[in-house]
């Protein structure tokens, strides 16, 4: 294993760790429920369309991000998208698919879920870690 | 709930989603590359990831310690904290297959949604195949009713 010293940034990963954590702190706190992305949005295509306006406004915020960034702070979002169009859907129908099946994702079960500790989040969390760890080094240096 | 806690329920809603998305952009989890820089543990290894779950799991984990003592939210709505402990089949197999395809572009639902404001076309392409994905998830629970 080579740690790659020159994008690994401690500082600004903390930080902005930190945020997304005030982020699930706040949002648990005032509504009362699990920050959890893919809940939230696959909530407003689902048959109960509870809260829609409530889930609408969260998946708002997200989208204007960059706005807010660009305004306020001067903040650019660098996205370098290696991957090729088609491969690009196939990720995005197992990642949506994958999340409202094994109910949530990165946000639900990685940073709420073990923030309370729990079992089934833990699992999940290792499943869709060790799956990426697998998928890149198929792709990388086996293929 | 009242009109007023309704707007206000709202609005921090909005205002929590450009929260949570600024600290993807500082973290830089929305950007694909680095996410599988992170997922690569064969190559030039990133592990930022790792500091990003640390901090946000730093203060989340205070946040539920205190969120499970109440039986109110701060709006006055009932909490829902889930409550399961089972492991079953399809929480195993959705985040495998979750996983499979976050590897293979280095997006997840969040970062997705922060990009595709910016307005990136691959991170379009991602987010509509995303929602078809929980539609046809939805599909399924339909016939299973």
Request: proline share 4%; aromatic share 10%; glycine share 14%.
């Amino acid at each position: 294993m080579m740690i790659d010293w020159t994008s690994f940034a401690p500082g600004p990963a903390s930080a902005g760790g930190i945020i997304l954590g005030i982020a699930a702190a706040l949002y648990v706190l005032i509504n009362g429920s699990i920050l959890g992305v893919s809940g939230i949005l696959g909530g407003l295509i689902g048959p109960n369309r509870t809260d829609w306006l409530r889930r609408a406004s969260f998946v708002l915020g997200l989208l204007t991000t960059p706005l807010w960034g660009k305004y306020l702070f001067q903040m650019r979002t660098t996205a370098v998208i290696d991957a090729d169009y088609l491969t690009l859907f196939i990720a995005g129908l197992l990642v949506g698919f994958g999340a409202r099946y094994g109910s949530g994702c990165t946000s639900g079960h990685g940073i709420c879920g073990l923030s309370r500790l729990s079992p089934r989040s833990l699992l999940a969390t290792l499943t869709f870690m060790c799956c990426g760890f697998l998928v890149v080094f198929l792709i990388r240096h086996w293929i | 709930m009242g009109q007023d806690q309704s707007i206000f329920s709202n609005g921090s809603k909005y205002l929590i989603g450009v929260l949570f998305g600024l600290g993807l952009m500082i973290s830089g989890m929305t950007n694909p590359a680095k996410i599988l820089a992170f997922l690569d543990l064969a190559g030039n290894w990133d592990p930022s990831l790792i500091f990003v779950m640390g901090g946000a799991v730093l203060i989340g984990s205070v946040a539920f310690y205190l969120a499970k003592k109440r039986t109110q939210s701060f709006l006055g709505g009932a909490m829902h904290i889930p409550t399961r402990r089972d492991i079953d089949r399809p929480l195993v197999v959705g985040s495998a297959m979750f996983g499979l395809g976050w590897g293979l572009a280095g997006f997840c639902p969040g970062p997705a949604l922060v990009s595709l404001g910016s307005g990136e076309m691959k991170a379009l392409v991602f987010v509509i195949a995303m929602v078809a994905g929980m539609w046809l998830f939805e599909q399924t629970q339909k016939k299973s009713v």
